[in-house]
């Protein structure tokens, strides 16, 4: 007898269920998008203290590289937006920059605020909250080499965005903890057991959208870190709350606050 549709997608519904409820064993940790970056200046060290008071467990940090060489935190390829400078962050050197206000546009008591570089980020950041660097530059040798001089690695997460870049990471050192973001690469059979194979050190990573419960069992499976960006126009309390459901070890959100609240709720009720 054949079954159909709505009961295979009933029986799924069902297994998903019983995942979730035997795979949150513990509860989620907090990744702050850009520090706490709703409440403070993004990619600053008042971004990343206010993400440690909210008890985020990783500040998710943005990387640039001035002309001189040194790196820096910026989201984007010109520091207009978060300034009042303008100009590429490639073009000014690294006094430069720290002569910007990172602080101004964001509100006044935050007037004055530098744009760090990833050393004292690193300092200021040990022992509070680990670091998940967002490489913006395609080339990661510059911040491996700030990780690598400042020992560095058991407090960071790589995040490249090309195979080559995450090559070079792995190289540099095999313990070095990489995400792979699924995205585009969601539906390849086999793709988690692959990941796994060649990058042992991997976490994976995705937006909501992109993982399955059934996807989600076999990463857990497989003895992998899960991460899920729940961010943008899905950054809502009821996304927040399924992927709490769901059972990833990270979720990173600009709602820290809220994510906070809710993983307290749904903990109280197991």
């Not at 002569?99 to 022992?127: C, M, N, Y």
């Not at 973001?181 to 990573?205: F, M």
């Not at 990463?219 to 943008?232: H, Q, R």
């Not at 979720?251 to 197991?270: E, F, M, V, W, Y």
Request: aromatic share 6%.
């Amino acid at each position: 007898m054949k079954t159909s549709p709505y009961l295979r997608a009933l029986a799924l519904l069902c297994l998903a269920i019983l995942f979730c409820d035997c795979a949150v064993a513990a509860d989620p940790k907090i990744v702050a998008h850009r520090g706490a970056a709703l409440e403070s200046p993004e990619n600053t060290l008042p971004a990343i203290d206010r993400a440690i008071a909210l008890g985020a467990a990783v500040v998710e940090i943005d990387l640039r590289y001035s002309a001189d060489g040194e790196v820096v935190l910026m989201h984007d390829e010109t520091v207009d937006r978060t300034t009042q400078g303008s100009g590429l962050v490639s073009r000014l050197t690294l006094a430069e920059i720290r002569k910007l206000d990172a602080g101004i546009k964001s509100a006044v008591q935050f007037k004055g605020t530098k744009v760090p570089a990833l050393r004292e980020v690193i300092d200021h950041s040990r022992g509070k909250i680990q670091l998940y660097l967002d490489l913006k530059e395609t080339d990661p040798r510059p911040v491996i080499r700030v990780v690598k001089e400042m020992k560095a690695g058991s407090i960071v997460f790589f995040r490249p965005y090309s195979y080559r870049a995450m090559r070079q990471v792995i190289d540099a050192d095999p313990a070095f903890r990489v995400l792979v973001d699924l995205e585009d690469w969601i539906q390849l059979p086999g793709l988690a057991p692959l990941i796994r194979k060649n990058l042992p050190a991997a976490s994976l990573s995705s937006g909501l959208q992109n993982w399955t419960p059934e996807l989600l069992a076999q990463a857990k499976s497989l003895g992998f870190t899960t991460f899920v960006n729940v961010l943008g126009a899905d950054d809502t309390s009821e996304n927040l709350s399924r992927a709490i459901a769901m059972g990833f070890d990270f979720i990173q959100t600009d709602h820290q606050s809220q994510l906070k609240i809710l993983i307290g709720s749904a903990s109280s009720r197991r």
